[in-house]
């Protein structure tokens, strides 16, 4: 019988997965014209105050980002260890004085996680031997080596990721289909470790232009994944999404959610982006 790996060991030593939300506002300008200049100034600071990095209030990781269209005006990705204190900042917005003037419009509540398809030493030693490589020999042995050093810090970043500054971004949740002749949940962990594994080559050819974070929403949400992208144009977006749908993992396995595209900006010029203030 195969075994699904459990790799949650494997971390490198980070531990375990951070909280994570992603919130999506919209301002209601009805609202907002009943404010007074010196209400609106008011509160222009108490949420510059609470999307201050370094802020008492800040969490762990805190992006945010203007949205693209019609779905929301602004949206945050806040990440820590303590999913309440995540839950407090969103609580902060919505108690400040814009808050009557702010209309939440989606959120995704998930789980940073080392993948079950990411191999362990040994498993990757394994592969090694199958691919041809003798077991103990110098080449096998710095392989492995170097694999181990490089999966502690890819697990770390998984786990506890630091979220790039480049500026395009892209936010959509996901399933794996459950259908007649296509459940994924049916297959085989060395069927479904395969396709993830030509999933992931894909992707690596976007290395240079595009960075990602799939978090799990399983048990927490609507959605079981959530993925995250950030590039260095938005046409890089495009991109990696049209190239991995025809991956099989995608093609015949994967349901998408809406999709949410952004540029990264701190808190200041995202309430300058939306005309909030001065």
Not at 71 to 92: N, R, S, T, V, Y
Request: net charge positive; aromatic share 12%; glycine share 8%.
């Amino acid at each position: 019988m195969e075994q699904q790996a459990d790799n949650r060991e494997n971390a490198g030593g980070a531990g375990a997965g951070w909280h994570c939300c992603h919130f999506y506002y919209r301002f209601d300008r009805r609202e907002l014209s009943r404010l007074t200049p010196s209400e609106v100034r008011a509160g222009r600071e108490q949420v510059l105050a609470a999307l201050d990095p370094r802020g008492r209030q800040a969490t762990a990781r805190l992006q945010s980002f203007a949205v693209s269209g019609h779905k929301a005006d602004f949206g945050l990705l806040l990440m820590d260890p303590e999913p309440l204190k995540i839950d407090a900042l969103h609580q902060a917005l919505l108690s400040s004085r814009l808050g009557p003037c702010l209309q939440p419009v989606y959120s995704f509540v998930s789980l940073t996680e080392v993948s079950e398809y990411v191999p362990t030493v040994p498993q990757y030693a394994a592969r090694l031997v199958q691919e041809g490589q003798v077991e103990g020999s110098p080449p096998y042995q710095a392989r492995v080596k170097a694999y181990a050093a490089r999966l502690a810090v890819m697990n770390r970043q998984r786990l506890t990721p630091e979220l790039p500054a480049w500026p395009a971004t892209c936010f959509y949740p996901m399933n794996k289909r459950r259908e007649v002749g296509a459940n994924w949940f049916q297959l085989p962990f060395s069927a479904r470790s395969r396709l993830m594994t030509e999933h992931g080559r894909s992707g690596m050819q976007f290395a240079d232009r595009v960075t990602q974070l799939i978090s799990v929403g399983v048990g927490l949400d609507d959605w079981e994944w959530g993925v995250t992208l950030w590039a260095r144009q938005p046409q890089f977006l495009k991109d990696i999404v049209y190239r991995l749908r025809f991956d099989e993992a995608s093609a015949v396995y994967a349901e998408f959610g809406p999709f949410y595209t952004g540029y990264v900006m701190p808190a200041a010029s995202l309430l300058q982006h939306c005309r909030i203030g001065d």
